[in-house]
């Protein structure tokens, strides 16, 4: 159709020295692609049809078309390049923040242990540089205990304190508690959802609480007042926690619930209630083995939850209480 001469002839003109570099371009990259896509052919006769040759002078020329054409499938390679590099360079880069995010979390997985030790030895400094003189700054207008047991044993238990400042302001309150062998360990406080709250419902009052003690069947807080509670003032302080297997001891042996602590002032009083869920395997027995006092009693009961939650126990109070050391105790057993 044409001849050698006439198409080399075409090429060798100045105008057509850019559009054969880009020519080549897409030839290489279409004869490499060619091996899976077999595109070469079609490239080919997409060349062939893009010279024509003009009747009158008989010399060859590109179609209107084909200029056009060759510089949008410049522009897409060279936007396939660009989108391809700029891909790898994110990948790196992706790769390098991955590499660095868990370099750093190693790093703070290996130390958690150490960190927390160092809090709870600068809580600990702090609550025993500040400790009062012998002799109690706080009483207790009322203490209530709630423990309800499932089936399993775990116990959800939540201790309520109204708490009364007498002589001065009291900034802040050290507490511990701690679960028998038989109970599950807890390797954190988020473990047994513990938490310590203001629920007397006065703007303004709040407390937080820093740990002192976390080992896996022993846990001990400080928590303080904000603002401290002031002379006269009470708070009501409610503490919460649920611990797997808590009751674990009494499938063999009974178990003792209880409280020790320093009072200023007499006149508060002191309820414990024990509730076993309803068809677990056994029922509850208590019994009074602390110390007495002239209103103590023990009762049977039954309680019942919003969710559905049903059991039978025991309720322990104690009210006109004396000043000073306070301890009261019960004592639960399973009867199976």
Partial sequence: MFSEQKIENFFKKPT?????????????????????????????????????????????HLK??????????????????LIAILLIKSRYELGRTQATLAATEKSLAERPADILEDLMGAVRRIRDQSKEAPGAVKTFDAIHFLYLVDRDLTASVTKTFHVRAVGKPLHFWAIEFTAQQEADPAESFPAIGFRVRDVGGIAGQ??????????????????????????????????????KGYLKRLERLPEDIGLTTKVKERGGSCTMQLYLQEGSQGTLECAI???????????P????????????????????LPGGDLAFNIQAKLRR
């Fill in 206 to 243: 709040d407390v937080v609480f820093l740990p002192t003690v976390n080992e896996l069947r022993r846990k001990g807080v400080c928590v303080f007042f904000l603002p401290p509670i002031e002379p006269g003032d009470i708070r009501k302080i409610e503490i919460f926690y649920s611990w």
């Fill in 301 to 320: 009961g039954q309680y019942d939850t919003a969710d559905g939650w049903h059991g039978g126990g025991f309720t322990y109070s104690a009210s006109n």
């Fill in 16 to 60: 057509a020295k850019i559009v054969g570099y880009v020519i080549t371009g897409v030839t290489a990259l279409a004869t490499g692609l060619g091996y899976l896509l077999n595109v070469d052919k079609y490239l080919a006769s997409f060349l062939v049809r893009a010279v024509a040759l003009d009747p009158v002078t008989k010399t060859a």
């Fill in 64 to 81: 209107p078309w084909f200029v056009p054409v060759v510089l949008l499938l410049a522009a897409i390679v060279f936007g396939l390049v």
């Fill in 289 to 299: 083995t602390g110390p007495r006092y002239p209103n103590d009693s023990l009762q």
